[in-house]
T-cell receptor
């Protein structure tokens, strides 16, 4: 089946640094990628939707200048958390949908646990 | 009101027992419904889609009640490996974005 690779799986960083998370579709072309954030005991909250070659669409309340999303190719999307603060500590997870796939057929990355000290 | 609501649990159930979860959704225009399973600090994995006629996959049965806007998941003969968080997921009509519930935590006790 389709595979989405997400790296790194865990990041511990100091407050004020930037962290980049990569999401790659390994055996299919992902026209759309979604980025989610999940705090402990809460649901996955969609942060933004990115389509290859265009600007990401951010959900209400998500700062686009803080969470930079780049989807430069059909197999790679990146999320950069700029000037991270402890409140940004969370589980970040990407998902991808291939060309001609139905909306519900998403393939998830394995997630990135971000801890900001 | 949350778009998708679930009882967070935890449900602690003895091995072999039957357990059922419910989920309610607020958008009556929702078109597709799913149950996902998520293990701790892992990605969600699709367990099954939910159809109006109800559907069964082995020990798992899903039901949809559009009139009351709720979805259910029944697990029979529960196994230790069923311990996980079960996420109710809804796709509104004409929307590409899945909406996740907070999940119901299930622990199967030996």
């Amino acid at each position: 089946g389709a595979v989405v690779s997400q790296h790194p799986s865990r990041v511990i960083c100091k407050s004020g640094t930037s962290v980049k998370i990569e999401c790659r579709s390994l055996d299919f072309q992902a026209t759309t990628m979604f980025w989610y954030r999940q705090f402990p005991k809460q649901s996955l909250m969609l942060m933004a939707t990115s389509n290859e070659g265009s600007k990401a669409t951010y959900e209400q309340g998500v700062e686009k200048d803080k969470f930079l999303i780049n989807h430069a190719s059909l197999t790679l999307s990146t999320l950069t958390v700029t000037s991270a603060h402890p409140e940004d500590s969370s589980f970040y997870i990407c998902s991808a949908r291939g060309v001609r796939e139905p909306n519900e057929k998403l393939f998830f990355g394995s997630g990135t646990q971000l801890s900001v000290l | 009101r949350k778009e998708v609501e679930q009882d967070p649990g935890p449900f602690n159930v003895p091995e072999g027992a039957t357990v059922a979860f419910n989920c309610t959704y607020s958008n009556s225009a929702s078109q597709s419904f799913f149950w996902y399973r998520q293990d701790c600090r892992k990605e969600p994995k699709l367990l099954m889609s939910v159809y109006s006629s109800g559907n069964e996959d082995g020990r798992f049965t899903a039901q949809l009640n559009r009139a009351s806007q709720y979805i259910s998941l029944l697990i029979r003969d529960s196994k230790l490996s069923d311990s996980a968080t079960y996420l109710c997921v809804v796709l509104p009509f004409g929307n590409e974005k899945l909406t996740f519930g907070t999940g119901t935590r299930l622990t199967i006790i030996p």
